[in-house]
């Protein structure tokens, strides 16, 4: 692993760890929806936000409501990589009667506590539900069953090495499976040496890829994209969802 990429994983399981006791004091300068606010801006399903006990909320980070997408696909099998507290996979469970199994699995150990702590309130759904910390750079070091669907909302370009990545995940997908990123793609070029700053990595931005990039890394893992939608341009990135499945699919 590179300085660079170590510096940027201290960086962030810190900046997330810390999220979680500095509510207002650490975030505040950053001018970046965040919690119950984000998820109503990005059109999560007001019963499943007013169902969720005080407080659990506050530290969420979605890139996008991935719901109405996960359930059409109606998924048996989750694994959901840079889970946070545990509301995607809350959401997922209690939306899909089908899903027998979702892990979610992130490397900040208090956003993690957080999860458990929310998970307390839903037992019938937490049953269905294994969180553990991990880092998404090592992905082949754990024991992981494969998937059906592949969830990350807003964790892939905080990876530095993306294409070890897909490496180390395209076995953990499903012979017909879906991966399902949202994040940010280059709708513009970033100013130059912006990337090279760990702190612009921080918030998604700095290591975004254009789309070009991304279908050379996807197309040597075996994989494949199905679609790109943007959902929102904001120059020079576009907040996108990425629809990616194995080059061959099946039966
Ligand atoms: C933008 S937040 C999204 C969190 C969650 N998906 C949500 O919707 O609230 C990015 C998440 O990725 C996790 N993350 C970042 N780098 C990671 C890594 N190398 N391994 C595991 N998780 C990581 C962070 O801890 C954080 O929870």
Redo the contacts with the bound molecule.
């Keep these: 692993m590179s300085d660079f990429a170590k510096q940027l994983?201290q960086a962030?399981?810190q900046m997330?760890d810390r999220v979680c006791s500095c509510e207002d004091g650490l975030l505040s300068p950053v001018a970046i929806d965040r919690g119950i606010r984000l998820l109503e801006n990005l059109n999560y399903p007001t019963n499943l936000i007013e169902n969720l006990p005080p407080g659990s909320g506050d530290v969420?980070?979605?890139?996008a409501n991935p719901l109405p997408r996960i359930i059409s696909l109606a998924p048996q099998t989750i694994l959901d990589l840079?889970?946070?507290?545990a509301?995607?996979a809350l959401f997922c469970v209690s939306s899909l009667p089908g899903l027998q199994q979702l892990t979610g699995?992130?490397?900040?150990s208090k956003?993690l506590a957080k999860g458990e702590e929310l998970l307390l309130h839903f037992p019938a759904e937490a049953e269905k539900i294994t969180l553990f910390q991990?880092?998404?750079?090592h992905l082949s070091r754990y024991r992981l069953e494969i998937s059906e669907l592949i969830l990350m909302?807003?964790?892939f370009n905080?990876?530095y090495d993306k294409a070890g990545f897909f490496a180390d995940l395209a076995p953990l997908l499903t012979k017909n499976g879906t991966l399902l990123i949202y994040d940010f793609l280059l709708s513009e070029a970033l100013p130059p040496g912006f990337s090279d700053e760990v702190d612009n990595w921080l918030w998604?931005i700095g290591g975004a890829l254009n789309s070009a990039e991304l279908k050379k890394i996807v197309t040597d893992a075996g994989l494949k994209i199905i679609e790109i939608n943007e959902i929102e341009r904001i120059d020079p990135v576009a907040r996108c969802e990425i629809i990616i499945s194995h080059e061959k699919r099946g039966n």
């Design positions: 994983n962030l399981q997330y969420a980070f979605p890139c840079g889970c946070g507290t509301l995607d699995l992130d490397a900040s956003l991990a880092d998404l750079n909302n807003g964790s905080l990876l998604n």
